[in-house]
Nanobody, 123 residues
Framework: QVQLVESGGGLVPPGGSLRLSCAAS????????MGWFRQAPEKEREFVAA????????YYTDSVKGRFTISRDNGKNTVYLQMNSLKPEDTAVYYC????????????????WGQGTQVTVSS
């Protein structure tokens, strides 16, 4: 059974940093695209960042470029999201997702999803 388990969320003041982790089990995702999405209250789930399974190419939504970094450790079957210079508008539940192939999507066309981790940016 495939599982994606996120961790690392929490409460952080504006300007602070967090690193989210997503540990996969049940199969290897080293050649699969992995992504991070977020969903704020009463809003639709939105794309944040992704990394492809071919050459490690990364993709970001405009609002997080220069602040967030997605990376992966294939040996640990884990993907990370380093979030710096956090803003109150980054507050949301963050979800890890995996595709069945190496290609990235910026829509929710991912076959596997984690349960999410809450990130709250507030003073």
């Amino acid at each position: 059974q495939v599982q994606l388990v996120e961790s690392g969320g929490g409460l952080v003041p504006p300007g602070g940093s967090l690193r989210l982790s997503c540990a996969a089990s049940g199969r290897t995702f080293s050649r699969n695209a992995m992504g991070w999405f977020r969903q704020a209250p009463e809003k639709e789930r939105e794309f944040v960042a992704a990394i492809n399974g071919l050459n490690g190419g990364t993709y970001y939504t405009d609002s997080v470029k220069g602040r967030f970094t997605i990376s992966r450790d294939n040996g640990k079957n884990t993907v990370y999201l380093q979030m710096n210079s956090l803003k109150p508008e980054d507050t949301a539940v963050y979800y890890c997702a995996a595709r069945a192939d190496w290609t990235v999507r910026t829509t929710t066309e991912y076959q596997y999803w984690g349960q999410g981790t809450q990130v709250t940016v507030s003073s």
